[in-house]
């Protein structure tokens, strides 16, 4: 069984991958997103995003004994595409955006096989209905700062999940890594979670 290195310096996904069960080392991404250039759609991009991250890190460290999992996870409203907001006023603009509203979350995963130059990815989407938010909820949520670097400027498991009226597929994708998707994807790889550590 190779070893897993999670391509991300999130802590929310390091949690997650805990909480499965899984060993693992992570190795922050030094990807610059801005390259991604032009995607036909959002599922595209993301996966873009997350594969950069993968490859970036398996390339920097050429192990033949690990795999590399990159992630990415975005927020579509229509056909708007919101990532992290760059400050308080861009996630202003971005939860009255969402208010009264459904969007999509969709999350890009990528596992980079440096030793054999092989790349698997998959895509993994929830529906969020926010419920309508007065201009008091907005700025009393974005002054705690829980959202500044979550993508649509919101964190559904903490104080952001008071945002939310409806939430339609996985939580642990709207959180930053959806649990069945990678389970599958590290799968084939024949990666698994601890015996010890129970689902």
């Known amino acids: 069984m190779p070893k897993l290195i999670l391509a991300s310096g999130s802590p929310r996904r390091s949690e997650l991958l805990s909480e499965w069960g899984y060993s693992f080392e992570i190795e922050k991404p030094e990807f610059d997103e801005g390259s991604a250039g032009a995607c036909a759609t959002p599922e595209e991009y993301v996966t873009v995003l997350a594969l950069g991250k993968a490859t970036e890190v398996g390339n920097r460290l050429k192990r033949k004994d690990a795999i590399v999992l990159g992630a990415d996870t975005i927020v579509v409203l229509g056909k708007q595409v919101f990532g992290k907001p760059k400050d308080e006023a861009e996630a202003i603009v971005l939860l009255k955006k969402l208010s009264g509203r459904a969007h999509r979350v969709i999350t890009g995963l990528a596992l980079f096989d440096w030793e054999h130059g092989v790349t698997l990815t998959q895509t993994a989407t929830s529906i969020v209905v926010f419920r309508r938010l007065s201009l008091t909820d907005i700025m009393k949520y974005v002054s705690s700062g829980e959202g500044s670097d ?44 601890d015996e010890k550590v129970k689902p």
């Open 150 to 193: 979550k993508a649509g400027g919101y964190a559904i498991q903490g104080k952001g999940g008071g945002l939310i009226a409806k939430l339609k597929g996985s939580m642990e994708n709207v959180i930053g890594l959806p649990k069945a998707e990678t389970g599958e994807l590290l799968g084939k790889y024949n990666i698994v979670p």
